[in-house]
């Protein structure tokens, strides 16, 4: 095999399409996240027994930025509750319940949701326990514990509870990674 020439190489590379500037190719930057965690690795312990079985857990820090210019608004349980109601996926998951973690919510009906203004920005210390839900014939506890996760908050443009949800990767956090200890 002959070796390209390195002037035909650097032709090659010029001639690819580029995002800079957007207008002209039809491509756009991907935006950074709303929600951006305080670590990309966790490590879960274990916190307490339920029942034969052991829960884990880690805390996780995650920081939202309005960058819109509209009000985000944040669903949450209850109507006085501090933290918004979230989920924790696992990424690549093909099923629902894969994520040992993601949070079985039990909510009232209400039209309080949190307010995040235009650049505006919030911080949530969450405390993350898994697994959540365990099958109700074997009693085997349900999800993965270990592997990469997103952060996921029920957010909209409106104040109106599912009438008009964020896109999925501006309600979505960077991923990171959790190992059991």
């Known amino acids: 095999m002959r070796p390209i020439p390195r002037i035909l190489l650097g032709a090659a590379i010029l001639s690819l399409p580029s995002c800079l500037p957007t207008e002209l190719c039809g491509c756009s930057p991907v935006p ?18 339920e029942g034969t079985y052991r829960q884990y857990g880690f805390t996780l820090i995650a920081r939202f930025q309005n960058r819109t210019g509209d009000a985000i608004y944040l669903d949450r349980c209850y109507p006085d509750a501090s933290r918004p109601i979230y989920g924790v996926e696992l990424l690549g998951a093909t099923r629902p319940l894969e994520s040992g973690y993601d949070p079985v919510w039990a909510c009232v009906g209400h039209d309080n949701p949190i307010v995040v203004q ?7 210390t969450l405390r993350i326990t898994g697994p959540t839900s365990w099958d109700g014939r074997t009693g085997e506890a ?11 908050y029920q957010a909209s443009s409106c104040p109106r509870e599912a009438r008009c949800p964020l896109p999925e990767e501006m309600r979505r956090s960077n991923p990171f990674e959790v190992t059991v200890r």
């Open 32 to 49: 950074p996240p709303l929600i951006t965690t305080d670590r990309d690795a966790y490590t879960a312990t274990h916190v307490r027994d």
């Open 142 to 152: 349900m999800g993965r514990l270990e592997g990469r996760f997103r952060l996921v």
């Open 118 to 124: 235009p650049g505006a920005e919030r911080v949530d």
